[in-house]
Nanobody, 120 residues
Framework: QVQLVESGGGLVQPGGSLRLSCAAS????????MSWYRQAPGKERELVAA????????NYADSVKGRFTISRDNAKNTVWLQMNSLKPEDTAVYYC?????????????WGQGTHVTVSS
């Protein structure tokens, strides 16, 4: 069982920056693909960014490419989302996800979410 705890959300003005953190415990962190999702009011949850278990590959939603950066440190069991040039449409609850699958089972864990509000 993996526990994920997000932090770093808050209120920021348009054009500002925030850095979200997700601390993992209880599992083999370096075996999981880590992702950030977000859910805005009245909308479905969407993938924002993902990073492979080794950190060698990343993937971003088109809406955040060039503005957000996902990174991880397997020694610290932590994944981050650096968010720059924030826009009001980035306002959402951001969730950390840990995912691993094999021939026999699927492991899929979520954090409790952290609120990001972009407003002047």
């Amino acid at each position: 069982q993996v526990q994920l705890v997000e932090s770093g959300g808050g209120l920021v003005q348009p054009g500002g920056s925030l850095r979200l953190s997700c601390a993992a415990s209880g599992g083999t962190f370096n075996s999981y693909t880590m992702s950030w999702y977000r859910q805005a009011p009245g909308k479905e949850r969407e993938l924002v960014a993902a990073i492979t278990s080794s950190g060698g590959s990343t993937n971003y939603a088109d809406s955040v490419k060039g503005r957000f950066t996902i990174s991880r440190d397997n020694a610290k069991n932590t994944v981050w989302l650096q968010m720059n040039s924030l826009k009001p449409e980035d306002t959402a609850v951001y969730y950390c996800n840990a995912f691993r699958s094999s021939r026999w089972d699927v492991h899929d864990y979520w954090g409790q979410g952290t609120h990001v509000t972009v407003s002047s």
